[in-house]
């Protein structure tokens, strides 16, 4: 028996391991997506631009939660896994209520710089802890189950910020969501622990960071993976911000009903989206390793019509029809990629090859996607007046082809270059 299957084996209760990742997944994605429902009463009480809101949703957040990944997860590496992931949780949520007290841009901005140094330390450590307790046959789909956190998180964001902004306020989201994940934190850390004996003497040996990075360097599949990834990001993360004011301005739904629709494409279309990606990563992946990039490189490509349908249409219940399919072709990929990720590496490298792929998928994804969508609106703006939105985000589906072709390149390469 392996290492790794003897630690996964012997590690108690993976499952509930598993569940209680997704718990702060969820807290991760409410925090960081709560902004986008929020956007309208922020922007008029601010008086901020469609430009400044972008920055707040994706750079301001994506900067330092990019960079600090990869030296936090190099950490959580050498040390403990489940407390950089608690003190993480922390850290982001108080953040997230201090967004709340906000009265400027930058105010709201440097909140914001904070809610990214917090989130910085959850992800990539959750992969490796999952990778510790789950075999690599199971991988994919247990990663699958983690990201549903994705969907899960974002449609509670959504769904709380736009009942307790109607009920109350925008500030009263900010602050109720952040202390709600303060509460978690000591919860999550006194169920969740590092990965069993069997294996802790690996990561005591772990190699040096810049082993790491070379090792990855030298993997066409990585640069491929993390490039396709960031460039379905730069779109998915760019279409979850804005679709709420897409709604209220071209369809006319107020801040409930937004909440409302958007909350259930997420929940629908998202969570099957993510589980069929998971169980098809395990199942073509197992035959051939060009699958787990293959899946994804299919789903893009069928979600491109989709979306462009829900986008031009003037009815916002055709809308939610035509969303439902490419919601669910956009988290396809989560399951796959990560899994293919955690095994161009052994297991003791693992957090910090999963936070160098976050790097290049957050910064350019989230980082860029957001930003780009809100800049490319101001400047149609002069030509489609109140409708600049919604043809941004249908030039924007461009990406989604760009992604396929690079997840398609990366295929017979992840054969050649597949480790553990």
């Known amino acids: 028996m392996s290492g790794e299957q003897s630690g996964a084996r012997a590690g108690a209760r993976p499952n509930v391991v598993l569940a209680m990742l997704l718990l702060v997944y969820v807290f991760n994605f409410v925090d960081r997506q709560i902004l986008a429902i929020l956007a309208a009463p922020i922007q008029k009480e601010l008086e901020?631009?469609?430009?400044?809101?972008?920055?707040?949703?994706?750079?301001?957040?994506?900067?330092?939660?990019?960079?600090?990944?990869?030296?936090?997860?190099?950490?959580?590496?050498?040390?403990?896994?489940?407390?950089?992931?608690?003190?993480s949780l922390v850290l982001w949520s108080g953040f997230t209520a201090l967004c709340g007290f906000a009265s400027s841009f930058w105010q709201i901005f440097l909140a914001r710089l904070g809610v990214g140094i917090g989130e910085a330390g959850g992800v990539a450590p959750s992969y490796a802890l999952i990778g510790d307790y789950f075999p690599s046959h199971r991988r994919a789909f247990a990663l699958s189950v983690y990201s549903l956190g994705i969907p899960l998180g974002s449609a509670a964001g959504v769904l709380a910020g736009g009942y307790i902004a109607a009920q109350v306020d925008w500030r009263a989201a900010f602050i109720a969501v952040g202390i709600a994940g303060l509460?978690?934190?000591?919860?999550?850390?006194l169920v969740v622990r590092d990965r069993p004996a069997p294996v802790a003497a690996e990561r005591t040996e772990a190699p040096r960071f810049s082993a790491v990075a070379a090792m990855l360097a030298a993997k066409p599949s990585f640069w491929l993976l993390s490039f396709g990834a960031a460039t379905s990001s730069m779109l998915g993360y760019g279409l979850a911000f804005w679709l709420p004011s897409l709604l209220q301005r071209s369809f006319g739904l107020d801040l409930i009903a937004t909440s409302h629709f958007i909350g259930a494409?997420?929940?629908?279309?998202?969570?099957?989206?993510?589980?069929?990606?998971?169980?098809?990563?395990?199942?073509?992946?197992?035959r051939d390793r060009a699958w787990f990039a293959y899946v994804p490189a299919c789903a893009f490509i069928i979600g491109v019509p989709f979306f462009?349908?829900?986008?031009?249409?003037?009815?916002?219940?055709?809308?939610?029809a035509l969303f439902l399919i490419p919601q669910a072709m956009a988290y396809v990929w989560l399951g796959p990629i990560l899994s293919a990720v955690q095994h161009l590496v052994g297991p003791s490298e693992r957090a910090t090859a999963s936070a160098l792929f976050l790097l290049i998928n957050n910064l350019i994804g989230l980082g860029g996607g957001i930003f780009a969508l809100g800049a490319l609106s101001e400047a149609l703006t002069p030509v489609y007046g109140a409708e600049a939105l919604r043809y941004s985000m249908l030039y924007s589906l461009a990406l989604y082809a760009l992604a396929a072709l690079l997840m398609a390149l990366a295929g017979?390469?992840?054969?050649?270059?597949w480790h553990v």
């Open 48 to 87: 901020l631009s469609d430009g400044q809101m972008g920055l707040l949703g994706g750079l301001a957040f994506a900067l330092l939660y990019s960079t600090l990944g990869v030296p936090l997860a190099w950490l959580a590496d050498r040390t403990s896994r489940s407390w950089v992931i608690t003190i």
């Open 183 to 189: 509460i978690a934190a000591p919860l999550f850390k």
């Open 265 to 286: 494409v997420l929940l629908l279309g998202g969570v099957a989206g993510m589980l069929l990606g998971g169980w098809l990563g395990d199942r073509l992946g197992s």
């Open 308 to 320: 462009a349908a829900g986008i031009y249409s003037g009815s916002a219940t055709l809308a939610f």
């Open 412 to 417: 017979p390469r992840l054969r050649r270059d």
